[in-house]
């Protein structure tokens, strides 16, 4: 799908709400859900709830049929109170405490993903019965913001987790995430290769897991083109068809940023411009800590687009927060141009960027509220 900020930047114009905002479509986050869907039939999708936890946003998934993935029970609260059902709700975080295992289980939380002996252990204590899909970290290239080591215990550790799970109780399967913003098609066919052989290793041992979590991680389009989602299908499709040759297990699916990224357009307004040791800096409302999170070591480079366009040629611009923090600076080494009559007042449209950016605004440094959001279409509130 293309996307079309139309609507949101008629919403933005007409209204003219205080920089820096996010708009969200939501009939853009249930279409894209349902192009999702379409993409990978049958399998359980469960929607990585921190990319946008905005109600409006869970409300437009709900209403597709979509699930969640949560990462502890602030989120959980919030699916179960904006209509999702415990059964499709995955508890995703590895890292999670005892109590908040038996609260997702009181609930009503039957899938977990774990990777961890301890972890292990707290599930067959406190979530009896369920299913657990262990994490393997892979041997794949990295993404555009990639977990590093954090996450996943070695393919060779896998097989014994399996095996406690099993012997716990609980229903092992395997799960990995590929990173996030992962352009390499290639890295779900080596976890899918991965787990096939942990599928086989533990068959051999009497346990038949049933369930494979292929994470998230599908890349959207910012200042470079990515795979489209039917590239990612048909190449995971195939490599599936070829690792499982008796028949491919229960599919689940985490996306996060694919889902919601382009259905959101945020707006910012040029703080200052100052001349710096010959380079032009470019002082935005918007910053690392209010929204652009993911600037973090240049790793996402967002598009920076004027709104009515001033006049003139294009100059190289470094871009920065507005706080008093040194590293509040988006872009110092990724080339940026921007017109040379840039100035105060004027300002400049971010699309794509739906995901990730409201939820990693922290609550009030320097004063600066956190980043509002309005959501529009059908399941809208502004
Ligand atoms: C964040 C996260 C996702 C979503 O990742 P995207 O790159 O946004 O698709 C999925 N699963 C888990 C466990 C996550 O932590």
Redesign the pocket.
Known sequence: MCADFTRIRRFLDERDPPTPCLVVDTDVVAARAREFGAAFPGALIRY?V??NPAPPVLDALVAAGIGF?V?GPAELRLCLERGAGPADIAY??PIKKPRDVAFAFEHGVREF?SDSPADVDHLGRHAPGSAVSIRVVLDAPD?A?PFGRK?GCAPAEALDLVLRAAERGLRPGIAF?V????PAVAAWEIGIATAAKLFDEAAAQGVAMTRLNL????ATAHRTPVPPLSAYAARIASALAENFPAGRPELLL?????LVADAGLLRTEVVLVAQRDERRWVYLDIGRYNGLAEAENEAIAYRFEPVGTPDGPDGPVVLAGPTCDGDDVLYQRTPYALPLALRTGDRLDLPGTG??TASYASVGFNGIEPLRTYCLGRWGDA
């Open positions: 990585a921190k990319a993935d990462a995703g975080n993903t993404s913001t996450f995430h990173g996030s913003q992962q994470g998230g991680g599908f985490e996306p996060g940023r694919v995901a990730y």
